[in-house]
C-alpha cells in the first residue's frame, strides 16, 4: 500500500540554524500538507499546498518558514533561523482531492 | 471556524470490554469527520470518515463510529478492546482542507 515517507526522523540542531525536513507523498496525490505538534499540544495545521503554490497557512507560518516541491516527488519544509519554540514533531500529509489525508512517520525536531 | 472536544484525555479497560471514545464537534454545516490513531513512536493513521453518506462509518480494526447531528457527537466505540488498541486517538474535522484536531486521547488496555 502506498504510503508518506519523510527523512529524517530525527533532527538535533542548534538555535539560529537553517533546517529542511523532507516528504515524500503518495505519488498520484495532490495535495500537500504541513502540520505539527509540539509536545504535549495538539496536533495543528501549518500549510497547504496546490498547483505549485500554497493555498492556505496558518498563522504559524510565518516569513521563516517556506515549502516547496522541486521536483515530481519531494515536498520540503525550510525553516530558516530555528527557534526554540519549533522544536516539535512535524508531519506530512498528502491527499487526492481535499478529502482525506495520509500522513506520514514524522520528523522530531529538536532545536537547542 | 470548526472545532472538536474530545471529553476524555484518557480512558482505561480492559482486554475484551467495549471501547467508547467521545467526541463533538462544533461546525456551522455538515462536516467531514475522521477519526485517526497514532501508537507510540508512530505517524497518524486513518481509522475511520464520515462525509455524508451513511451515519455509521465503520472502520479498521473493528473500530466503528457514529455521526449524530442532534447531539452535534461522533463517538468512537469497538465492542471488543484488543492490547494492540493502546495508542492515541484523535477527533478530526475537515474545514476547507485543512484538518483542525482534537486534543486526543489515550486509550489503555489491561490485561
Known amino acids: 500500500e502506498p504510503e508518506v515517507t519523510q527523512t529524517p526522523s530525527h533532527q538535533v540542531t542548534q538555535m539560529g540554524q537553517e533546517v529542511i525536513l523532507r516528504c515524500v507523498p503518495i505519488s498520484n496525490h495532490l495535495y500537500f500538507y504541513w502540520y505539527r505538534q509540539i509536545l504535549g499540544q495538539k496536533v495543528e495545521f501549518l500549510v497547504s499546498f496546490y498547483n505549485n503554490e500554497i493555498s492556505e497557512k496558518s498563522e504559524i507560518f510565518d516569513d521563516q518558514f517556506s515549502v516547496e516541491r522541486p521536483d515530481g516527488s519531494n515536498f520540503t519544509l525550510k525553516i530558516r533561523s530555528t527557534k526554540l519554540e519549533d522544536s516539535a514533531m512535524y508531519f506530512c500529509a498528502s491527499s487526492f482531492g481535499q478529502e482525506t489525508q495520509y500522513f506520514g512517520p514524522g520528523t522530531r525536531l529538536l532545536v537547542l | 471556524a470548526q472545532s472538536v472536544t474530545q471529553l476524555d484525555s484518557h480512558v482505561s479497560v480492559s482486554e475484551g470490554t467495549p471501547v467508547l471514545l467521545r467526541c463533538n464537534y462544533s461546525?456551522?454545516?455538515?462536516?467531514?469527520l475522521f477519526w485517526y490513531v497514532q501508537h507510540p513512536n508512530k505517524g497518524l493513521q486513518l481509522l475511520l470518515k464520515?462525509?455524508?453518506?451513511?451515519?455509521l462509518v465503520k472502520g479498521i480494526n473493528g473500530f466503528e463510529a457514529e455521526f449524530k447531528k442532534s447531539e452535534t457527537s461522533f463517538h468512537l466505540t469497538k465492542p471488543s478492546a484488543h492490547m494492540s488498541d493502546a495508542a492515541e486517538y484523535f477527533c478530526v474535522v475537515s474545514e476547507s482542507g485543512k484538518l483542525v484536531f482534537g486534543a486526543g486521547t489515550i486509550l489503555r488496555v489491561k490485561s
Open positions: 461546525s456551522s454545516y455538515s462536516p467531514s
Open positions: 464520515y462525509t455524508s453518506a451513511a451515519t
